[in-house]
T-cell receptor
């Protein structure tokens, strides 16, 4: 049982490039979340999904897009990368609204 | 590289003492709360949760207290150990199913 898997673990992007951060979970969880954590700071919610085909904005959605075509996968797309998007990105999932969220190990992204 | 919790408030305790970490939440409609522990370079790990119809819940060496009147949550760690050194976050779930994290506290355990 792998839990929540994020790829890649590390990535360096040039300003203006785009990329997709992958997140997959094998626990059949309905709820999935993307967070960013800036150096030395807390977690900010980017986007979330309550089930396949449903996504919604979090606290800091600008510059990102998501899709949820399957229960397992919740990719995060960065278009036109900017230095302000340098951060560690965490994906999480949970089974129901009132259960704990399980986190992946994170993707460390640097935009130069 | 950067450390988790570098810019966060720090609580320093002696090994063996009890620790109390506090969190103020923002949304009076939030009905489910979680405490997470994050070690450097890792994702947050679940510690304990509590629903809004409770005011106290106990786990192994940890207790969470919820005061809905003042929108305050606390995490008590008994007999704090060096392995408890980490950053601790509270999170609240609101009516739209968002899971919003608080700003966090860094716990340092002195030997």
């Amino acid at each position: 049982n792998a839990g929540v898997t994020q790829t890649p673990k590390f990535r360096i992007l040039k300003i203006g490039q785009s990329m997709t951060l992958q997140c997959t979970q094998d626990m059949n969880h309905n709820y999935m979340y993307w967070y960013r954590q800036d150096p030395g700071m807390g977690l900010k919610l980017i986007y979330y999904s309550v089930g396949a085909g449903i996504t919604d904005k979090g606290e800091v959605p600008n510059g990102y897009n998501v899709s949820r075509s399957t229960t397992e996968d919740f990719p995060l797309r960065l278009e036109l990368a900017a230095p302000s998007q340098t951060s560690v990105y965490f994906c999480a999932s949970r089974a129901t609204a009132n259960t704990e969220a399980f986190f992946g190990q994170g993707t460390r992204l640097t935009v130069v | 590289g950067e450390s988790v919790g570098l810019h966060l408030p720090t609580l320093s305790v002696q090994e063996g003492d009890n620790s109390i970490i506090n969190c103020a939440y923002s949304n009076s409609a939030s009905d489910y709360f979680i405490w997470y522990k994050q070690e450097s370079g890792k994702g947050p790990q679940f510690i304990i949760d509590i629903r809004s119809n409770m005011d106290k819940r106990q786990g192994q060496r940890v207790t969470v207290l919820l005061n809905k009147t003042v929108k305050h949550l606390s995490l008590q760690i008994a007999a704090t150990q060096p392995g408890d050194s980490a950053v601790y976050f509270c999170a609240e779930k609101d009516s739209s199913y968002k899971l919003i994290f608080g700003s966090g506290t860094r716990l340092l355990v002195r030997p």
